[in-house]
């Protein structure tokens, strides 16, 4: 499953909410008015118009005891800000993109069964 991204999208995993938002998933969707399409059954996204609305959400979330590696800031024209290990996108460039057509996105990378391997042997 993917989420859409739209302008800014700051994208945790609904299991991360579950641990350290107060109330749990469902008060992160009241509180930040997620829609459907920025909510699948492992991420959820909450869109902002500016880098510094973003900024401030993100550090909310930090002081709630989010760290950032859990969370990604995903621009809908050039993808994520910075490397996020847990998340994959499509970014359909604004000038490809018609309207009712394909859109960015983005959803949880899977474990290869090559990396489930791997930490099998280092645990």
């Not at 499953?1 to 739209?6: D, F, G, R």
């Not at 998933?25 to 459907?36: G, Q, R, T």
């Not at 996108?89 to 489930?116: A, E, M």
Request: proline share 5%.
């Amino acid at each position: 499953m993917a989420i859409k991204v739209t302008f800014l999208t700051v994208v945790t995993r609904i299991e991360t909410v579950e641990r350290r938002y107060p109330g749990g998933i469902a008060a992160y969707v009241k509180d930040n008015l997620v829609e459907p399409p920025y909510r699948d059954r492992t991420i959820t996204g909450v869109i902002f118009m500016s880098t510094g609305e973003a900024e401030e959400f993100i550090e909310k979330l930090v002081k709630l005891g989010f760290s950032y590696d859990e969370l990604a800031l995903v621009d809908q024209s050039i993808g994520s800000f910075y490397p996020c290990a847990w998340l994959e996108t499509r970014i359909i460039p604004l000038f490809l993109s018609k309207p009712g057509g394909r859109g960015s996105t983005c959803w949880l990378k899977r474990k290869t069964r090559h990396t489930s391997m791997i930490n099998r042997r280092t645990k």
